[in-house]
């Protein structure tokens, strides 16, 4: 099955600040897929990026499909607190092979 | 907006107990999936079922694990002879369509095998 890494596993930002984290495929992805998982909840859908060297944003958050479709990211501009959780990359197929994810913590 | 419903929110049992965990799917999706996530580790796929049958497992899903559509709008997970490294967050997922759909997931059930 498809391999997703992701880097870093830990984020820690200070409030107001930007960050990115970073997903690699070992492999050609048909698309990616990222969720979001709050501290004691469970994955949510975020986003999904098909098209080679797509960009799409929800506000403050700004994800990028590599031209090559082997890597994408998330980045997130002035973090808020409500940005806390973990942040997983994952390449469908009938499946959901997700990446380690970045844990992002704020200080306020 | 519907949901994907999981019970029981947390389960304990003996280890070598069977036990079966609950889902209801949102109703107008055909694509459900069984994921699992250990204390502070990643999701990791399980099972993804269609059409009343299997159509992906990983590794992880030995002869120990088996999944079912009882009626029209139950989806469950077995552990038969459940093991301490079962311990985990288990969380049930559908879709509408298969493949490159967004996955939907339920709050998830806390096992905890003694």
């Known amino acids: 099955g498809q391999q997703v890494m992701q880097i870093p596993q830990y984020q820690h930002v200070q409030e107001g600040e930007d960050f990115t984290t970073y997903c690699n495929s070992s492999t050609t992805l048909s698309n990616i897929q990222w969720y979001k998982q709050r501290p004691g909840g469970h994955p949510v859908f975020l986003i999904q990026?098909?098209?080679?060297?797509e960009v799409k944003k929800q506000k403050r958050l700004t994800f990028q499909f590599g031209e090559a479709k082997k890597n994408s990211s998330l980045h997130i501009t002035a973090t808020q607190t409500t940005d806390v959780g973990t942040y997983f990359c994952a390449a469908p197929d009938y499946k959901l092979s997700f990446g380690a994810g970045t844990t992002v913590t704020v200080r306020a | 907006e519907p949901e994907v419903t999981q019970t029981p929110s947390h389960q304990v049992t003996q280890m070598g107990q069977e036990v079966i965990l609950r889902c209801v799917p949102i109703?107008?999706?055909?694509?459900f999936y069984w994921y699992r996530q250990i204390l502070g580790q990643k999701v990791e796929f399980l099972v993804s079922?269609?059409?009343?049958?299997?159509?992906?497992k990983s590794e992880i899903f030995d002869d120990q694990f088996s999944v079912e559509r009882p009626d029209g709008s139950n989806f469950t997970l077995k552990i038969r002879s459940t093991k301490l490294e079962d311990s985990a967050m288990y969380f049930c997922?559908?879709?509408?369509?298969?493949?490159?759909?967004?996955?939907?997931f339920g709050d998830g059930t806390r096992l905890s095998i003694l």
């Open positions: 109703s107008n999706h055909l694509y």
């Open positions: 997922a559908s879709s509408e369509g298969g493949g490159n759909q967004p996955q939907h």
């Open positions: 079922f269609y059409n009343n049958e299997i159509s992906e």
């Open positions: 990026l098909v098209k080679s060297g």
